[in-house]
């Protein structure tokens, strides 16, 4: 079991450097692949002994070698985040398909979460074909949901933030909600079923207006400034997969 937790934990690092150059690069409508990863300051090329998850980051003081340019601590923060959810989701499923499909899921969660907040978009190329794979899962038995379930939850989510959106837009004459934020929302009822959506979106429009709130009051920008909702609802999802069953009794007790 200790064998298998090192596992999870190095193959989470290596995704989370995947992760990093896919934050970077699909925003900006490059490919993933090609080329291979360099400095964003100087050009120069980074070796493979210079990519080590976070290990490189601490040896190299958060600097290119080149050019010292500094770092961002995001990468580093990027690849310990994956590789812990990757920890969890080992303990809680042991190696199964049912860890790889989540831990897929989780993955694609984070990668939404940092894109939106650096560029306020969540890209289709990972919501969209995640709501297909997501569908797919729910035929497999450790799903934990049937793919009626499923389709319901991606179009229910869809249609109700769709509706949310057309609501704020005719009260206020400004978008509320982007188209982003939609197909996120269908992909996430489609990996967790529609019974999961109510509590999801509850968590994300709690944790969005306290830290929203506060990071309006910090900035002093005010209304002017458009807060992203993706990693809102990316971090109501994966509280939601860890904690469901606690967070439904608690909401259960509350209304008793």
Not at 206 to 216: D, E, H, K, P
């Amino acid at each position: 079991m200790t064998v298998g937790i090192v596992f999870a934990f190095l193959f989470g690092l290596a995704v989370g450097s995947f992760l990093n150059v896919c934050i970077y690069r699909i925003p900006l409508k490059k490919s993933i692949v090609h080329p291979p990863s360099s400095c964003p300051q100087c050009g120069s090329r980074i070796r493979f002994y210079d990519n080590i998850p976070v290990l490189s980051y601490i040896v190299l003081l958060g600097r290119c070698r080149q050019c010292r340019a500094r770092i961002s601590p995001r990468y580093p923060l990027v690849e310990v985040i994956v590789g812990l959810l990757s920890v969890v989701l080992f303990i809680q499923y042991k190696p199964s398909l049912q860890y790889l499909f989540l831990f897929l899921f989780a993955a694609a969660l984070v990668a939404v979460a940092f894109i939106d907040l650096d560029h306020k978009i969540i890209p289709d190329v990972i919501s969209l074909p995640g709501i297909l794979v997501g569908l797919a899962f729910s035929f497999f038995p450790s799903a934990g949901i049937s793919p009626l379930d499923a389709l319901i939850g991606a179009a229910g989510g869809a249609a109700f933030l769709l509706l949310v959106g057309m609501a704020f837009e005719k009260v206020t004459g400004r978008e509320g909600m982007g188209g982003g934020d939609v197909k996120l929302l269908a992909m996430i009822g489609a990996w967790m079923g529609w019974k999961a959506l109510p509590f999801i979106v509850l968590i994300s429009s709690f944790t969005g207006a306290v830290i929203g709130g506060l990071s309006l009051v910090v900035s002093r920008q005010g209304m002017r400034s458009r807060i992203p909702f993706g990693p809102f609802l990316a971090l109501g999802a994966l509280l939601f997969l860890f904690f469901g069953d606690e967070i439904a009794l608690w909401f259960d007790r509350l209304g008793r």
